[in-house]
């Protein structure tokens, strides 16, 4: 199954969401004005939302996720990737690498990631 598009916006309503699931969604109004200034229309309409497209759900006024962090990160680095590197990782990672300095743990992270996928 693909994961769903979560955009910015709702994407740092979900960090509130993942961080406090599950959670009341009078609960998570509170923290979405306390946190992103939403008002409570603006956090309901983004609750429906991103219940309609599969991201979360919202049952008896309990708001809890359908998709991980993992997962949310995964779909957008994936769609960074494909839509600005024409799909190529080693791109991605050359152009990062080169506005970034990595550490050497970094690099061993790196390594040690290739390695794994190599062996299995």
């Known amino acids: ?3 769903p598009k979560i ?16 959670i ?4 998570l109004v509170a923290l979405c004005k306390e946190r992103l200034g939403w008002s409570k ?3 309901y309409t983004v609750i429906r939302r991103l219940a309609e497209r599969g991201v979360l759900k919202n049952e008896n006024t309990i708001v809890t996720s359908l ?3 993992e ?3 995964e779909s957008q680095l994936e769609e960074l990737v494909e839509k600005t590197f024409e799909g190529s990782l080693p791109a991605f990672i050359a152009a990062f690498s080169r506005s970034k300095k990595l550490t050497r743990q970094e690099v061993d992270q790196l390594q040690a990631l ?3 996928y190599e062996e299995g």
């Open 1 to 3: 199954m693909e994961t």
């Open 7 to 22: 955009f910015e916006s709702e994407y740092r309503f979900c960090l509130i969401l993942w961080e406090n699931e599950p």
């Open 24 to 27: 009341c969604s009078t609960a």
């Open 41 to 43: 229309a603006t956090t």
């Open 67 to 69: 998709i991980s962090k």
């Open 71 to 73: 997962q949310a990160q």
């Open 114 to 116: 290739i390695d794994s």
